[in-house]
C-alpha cells in the first residue's frame, strides 16, 4: 500500500527527517528525505546558504502579525510586502470621522500622577469611599428584575447538545431579546445596530424572531476581524446584514448610505458592550445620528410624508382612512438596549456622565478610582458564581464559542483585586463598593440620556448565576414612554 504524502507540520516547522528549505511558490516546506544530519536536502542546500546571507526584518507596520517561521520578512522584499500588509492603513470609508464619539478633550482635568489604588494610602481610600457614599445617597441600588424570554430561542434553550457556556450565552441573548420586544421595538422598517457585534448573534435571534417582517437592516459593528461569523448565513429577501469593521468612536451613522437613503428608525443593541464602548455608542446614537436627523424631524408633516412615501402611498393611506397609522413626529432613535460590562475600562474622557459627575462635586480623578475599584463587584464573586453554575476552571479557561465576550468576571482582575486590597475592608465591604461605583457610573449615563429627550431605566436582566454582569440598560424616547420604561 502506497504511503500517503508527507503534510506540513501543524507548528509550522518540517516534519522530521525532510529537507527544512521553505518552497515560497508551493507555500510549503520541501518534501525530500534529507541525508542523515543534513537541514537541506542536495536540491535546495545551495539555495539554503544563499538565503541565510539575506537580512530578515520585522515588518514595520505590525511586528506581531507574522507566525513562526513567518515572523520576518526580506529586507530587500519589504517593499512588496507593504504593499499587500493586512496592517497596512486603508483608505478610510465616509462614514469614518476622526473622534466624532470621542467627546471633549479635557486635559486640565486629568492628573499625571495618577497611581494605582493598591498604593494609595488607607487615609486617601477612606476618603475616596466617603465621597462615593455621598454621591450615591438616594440611588436605589436594587434595581428592577425583568429576567425575560423569546419563543425564538425556546428550541436553542432546549438543545441537548448544549454546553454550560452555550447555555449561559442563549439565556441572555433571550432576556434580552424579551425586553426588546416589550419595549415593542421588534417591527418592520428600521435598522438594527448592534454595536461590539462579534459574531453577530444578537442579531441572528432578532432576525429570526421578526421572521418576515419587511424592509429589516441590521448593520453590525465590530472594530476587529471576527472568525465564525453568523450574519454571513441569513439569505431572507426582507433582511439585510451589513458589518462594520471600525471604531465605534469614529463611526458617523449619517453616513452610512442604508441610513442616509432610507431614513429608517434606528435601535441600538448590544450584548455585554466593554466600559468605555458603551459611552462611545451612547454619543453615537443620540448624540452625532440624531442631531444630524433635527432638521428632518422639524420639516412639516406634509412634507416628510411626501418625502418617504410614494405618491400611490399617500393616496392609498387617504382613501383607506389611515392617516392615523402615520407616526406624528419621525424618529431617528427608536430606542436602545445594552447589556452593560466591564465599569473598570471606562474612560473619563469619552464617559458621557461628565456633567452628572460635576455636579456632585467630583471629576476626573474621582471617576478614575472608581472606575478601577468597580471591578470590586465582580473579583470577589466569580469562585462561587462560577461553582454554582458547575463551570470547572478548565471550562471557564478554554475558550468557547463565544469567547469575545466577557461576562464572567475574567476582566476583573487587575492590579486592584483582593489581594492587593488594604485590610480594613472585608470581602462584603468591597462588593458593595464596587457595586456602588458601577452605579454612580450608570447613573451618569441615565441622566445623560434624559437630557437628549429619553426615558431610561436600568433592570437586572439577567440571574448573576448567569452572568455576573447582569445589568441592562434601555432607553426610549420620551414622547413614547410608559411607566414601565422610565426610570
Known amino acids: 500500500m502506497a504511503a ?9 516547522f518540517p516534519i522530521e527527517g525532510r529537507c527544512g528549505y521553505y518552497v515560497e511558490k508551493k507555500k510549503r516546506f520541501c518534501r525530500m528525505v534529507v541525508a542523515a544530519g543534513k537541514r537541506f536536502c542536495g536540491e535546495h542546500a545551495g539555495a539554503a546558504e544563499e538565503e541565510n546571507a539575506r537580512k530578515r526584518i520585522l515588518c514595520p507596520l505590525d511586528p506581531k502579525h507574522f507566525f513562526f517561521i513567518f515572523s520576518t520578512v526580506y529586507e530587500d522584499q519589504l517593499a512588496k510586502h507593504l504593499k499587500k500588509c493586512n496592517s497596512r492603513e486603508k483608505p478610510k470609508p465616509d462614514f469614518f470621522i476622526q473622534d466624532i464619539n470621542a467627546g471633549l478633550k479635557d486635559e486640565t482635568e486629568i492628573s499625571e500622577q495618577l497611581v494605582p489604588i493598591s498604593s494609595l494610602s488607607e487615609e486617601q481610600l477612606e476618603n475616596l469611599i466617603k465621597k462615593l457614599r455621598k454621591a450615591s445617597e438616594g440611588l436605589n441600588s436594587t434595581l428592577k428584575d425583568q429576567i425575560m424570554s423569546h419563543p425564538a430561542l425556546h428550541d436553542a434553550l432546549h438543545d441537548p447538545k448544549n454546553g454550560d457556556s452555550a447555555t449561559k450565552h442563549l439565556k441572555q441573548q433571550a432576556s434580552i431579546l424579551g425586553n426588546i420586544e416589550k419595549l415593542k421595538l421588534l417591527g418592520p422598517r428600521r435598522c438594527f445596530v448592534e454595536f461590539g457585534a462579534g459574531k453577530g448573534k444578537l442579531s441572528h435571534w432578532v432576525d429570526i424572531a421578526l421572521k418576515d417582517a419587511e424592509e429589516v437592516h441590521f448593520i453590525l459593528v465590530e472594530k476587529v476581524t471576527t472568525r465564525f461569523k453568523v450574519d454571513g448565513k441569513h439569505r431572507k429577501k426582507n433582511s439585510v446584514f451589513e458589518r462594520l469593521q471600525i471604531d465605534i468612536q469614529h463611526l458617523c451613522l449619517n453616513k452610512i448610505p442604508l441610513l442616509s437613503k432610507e431614513k ?3 435601535v441600538g443593541i ?25 432638521e428632518r424631524n422639524e420639516e412639516p408633516l406634509a412634507k416628510r410624508i411626501k418625502n418617504d412615501k410614494t405618491e400611490k402611498e399617500i393616496n392609498t393611506l387617504a382613501k383607506e382612512g389611515n392617516e392615523k397609522n402615520v407616526p406624528e413626529k419621525w424618529t431617528p432613535v427608536a430606542g436602545i438596549v445594552i447589556a452593560l460590562c466591564c465599569h473598570h475600562r471606562c474612560d473619563w474622557r469619552h464617559y458621557v456622565g461628565k456633567e452628572y459627575f460635576r455636579a456632585l462635586g467630583l471629576g476626573a480623578v474621582e471617576f478614575h478610582y472608581f472606575q478601577r475599584m468597580s471591578s470590586w463587584a465582580t473579583c470577589g464573586m466569580r469562585k462561587t458564581a462560577l461553582e454554582a453554575s458547575n463551570i470547572s476552571t478548565k471550562t471557564k479557561d478554554k475558550p468557547n464559542d463565544d469567547s ?4 464572567d468576571g475574567r476582566h476583573g482582575t487587575t492590579d486592584d483585586g483582593a489581594e492587593s486590597l488594604p485590610g480594613f475592608l472585608t470581602i462584603e465591604e468591597k462588593k458593595k463598593i464596587g457595586h456602588l461605583c458601577k452605579l454612580l457610573i450608570d447613573q451618569g449615563r441615565i441622566k445623560y440620556l434624559q437630557q437628549k429627550g429619553f426615558s431610561p431605566a436600568l433592570q437586572y436582566y439577567t440571574d448573576p448565576l448567569v452572568s455576573l454582569e447582569n445589568v441592562l440598560l434601555t432607553a426610549l424616547p420620551s414622547r413614547s414612554s410608559t411607566p414601565e420604561t422610565t426610570a
Open 270 to 294: 448590544g450584548k455585554h458592550l466593554c466600559g468605555v464602548a458603551t459611552d462611545l455608542a451612547l454619543r453615537c446614537l443620540v448624540e452625532t445620528y440624531a442631531a444630524s436627523c433635527e
Open 404 to 407: 469575545e465576550e466577557h461576562d
Open 4 to 12: 500517503s504524502a508527507p503534510t506540513r507540520h501543524g507548528t509550522g
Open 264 to 266: 429608517l428608525p434606528v
